[in-house]
């Protein structure tokens, strides 16, 4: 299983970006597509999966109104939409997912029960 994201880039505050993750071979063992994010110099963090297969979707609460998490297509690719960026989201964005993942809700992803990831990209918000 692969993964393979693009997008990213640097903007300036209150701009938008959107990054993509496409999952190889897809199957229905892998439909889970979580989203993490990792600032210098902190520790990874969670803040969005989707299920591919049921479009059952988690994002975090203080994301809520700027950032989306949909899918497209044949269900193998999952989107990050990100609008009025600021500077606190620069970070490197990962997906990832697993075999064993579940996504509700209610559930925030951790990365500890994530196997494949894709490559990162870097997001920079800066004036």
Not at 87 to 113: G, I, K, M, N, R
Request: aromatic share 12%; net charge neutral; charged share 20%.
């Amino acid at each position: 299983v692969q993964l393979v994201q693009s997008g990213g880039g640097s903007v300036q505050p209150g701009e938008s970006l959107r990054l993509s993750c496409v999952v190889s071979r897809f199957t229905s063992n892998y439909d889970v597509i979580a989203w993490f994010r990792q600032a210098l110099g902190k520790e990874r963090e969670g803040i969005a999966c989707i299920n591919l297969r049921y479009g059952r979707i988690h994002l975090a609460e203080s994301l809520k109104g700027r950032f989306t998490i949909y899918r497209y297509g044949d269900k193998n690719t999952s989107y990050l939409q990100m609008i009025a960026l600021k500077p606190e989201d620069t970070a490197v964005y990962y997906c990832a997912t697993d075999q064993w993942a579940t996504c509700l809700s209610t559930f925030t992803p951790h990365e500890s029960e994530f196997e494949y990831w894709g490559q990162g990209t870097q997001v920079t918000v800066s004036a």
